[in-house]
């Protein structure tokens, strides 16, 4: 039987996530029974930590999580503290705003209530959505990805840096493409861990936004896993579609990142 929380299993799904891109990319990892560390390498990489469990005293934490940094002399980092207890200012970190942890149960429809059925602009042209399952599907989920957040260390955006066709091979990840007119506008990527699937890396390019390009991607990938849990991180400008998809807040995240100077990273 399956004791973990609902945020247990969120953090779960995001180390997992980034222990695939790490097999792919051919990265080391570190996974100890609170945490797990991606040093993920490379001129526009980011090492990445997911804290994974709930813990007693931070500054025990800290110290490990320090060891790991050091002897990985780690000039970048993003850091996701589920728990919000860890203070990494003293080594030269910035915390993002909290990010809301959100679950959606198998099954859950979009939420009713008086936003449910707003009206939205219509996008300008002929809305589609689906899987990208080839190396140029893939490349241009990277494409949007990277123009979309914007990520400005990746511009401009070279196929398989950060998503390599290697990706695609991989059991439980898959990308998602929402084209307007049949041109690449909106993705996102998922990844199932045999319990839940988790939604990351949601994007719109700029010109397409507020006009249900996020939501159909979102959708296409929550309909090829009717049966799992569904997990993500939700970004302020992001958590009320979320809602309206029927997905509810189990924790908030505070993400971590060095060097203080979160316009220069690219996560």
């Known amino acids: ?13 995001a180390a997992a996530f980034w222990l695939a891109q790490g097999r792919a990319h051919g990265w080391e990892s570190v996974r100890t029974p609170r945490f797990t560390a991606v040093r993920c390498d490379g001129d526009a990489e980011v090492h990445r ?15 490990e999580l320090l060891a790991v940094l050091r002897k ?23 915390a993002a705003l909290g990010q809301a942890v959100m679950v959606r149960e198998p099954g859950q429809g979009p939420a009713g209530g008086p936003t449910a059925g707003r009206r ?3 996008p ?9 399952v080839d190396p140029e599907g893939l490349a241009e989920v990277e494409r949007v990805v990277v123009e979309g ?11 398989g840096a950060m998503l390599p066709p ?13 084209r307007v007119d049949g041109r690449a506008v909106g993705a996102c990527v998922s990844y199932d861990d045999g319990t839940a699937v988790g ?4 994007a719109t390019l700029p010109e397409h936004r507020s006009r249900g390009v996020g939501r159909a991607v979102v959708e296409a990938a929550l309909a090829a896993h009717p049966d799992r849990t569904a997990t993500l991180v939700a970004t302020l400008l992001g958590e009320p579609l979320y809602r309206r998809l029927g997905f509810t807040e189990h924790g908030v995240s505070r993400w971590w990142r060095y060097p203080a100077t979160p316009s220069s990273m690219t996560v």
């Open 1 to 13: 039987m399956d004791t973990r929380s609902r945020l247990e299993l969120a953090n779960d799904n």
């Open 49 to 63: 930590v997911v804290v994974t469990r709930p813990y007693g005293e931070p500054g025990a934490l800290k110290e």
């Open 72 to 94: 990985w002399r780690t000039e970048r980092l993003c850091l996701e503290d589920p728990y919000g207890r860890l203070d990494m200012r003293p080594h030269g970190c910035e």
């Open 120 to 122: 939205r602009p219509e």
């Open 124 to 132: 300008a042209g002929v809305l589609t959505a689906g899987e990208a």
């Open 149 to 159: 957040f914007p990520m400005p260390a990746r511009l401009p955006p070279a196929a």
């Open 166 to 178: 290697g990706l695609l091979r991989t059991p439980g990840y898959r990308a998602w493409l929402a």
């Open 199 to 202: 939604v990351y890396s949601v």
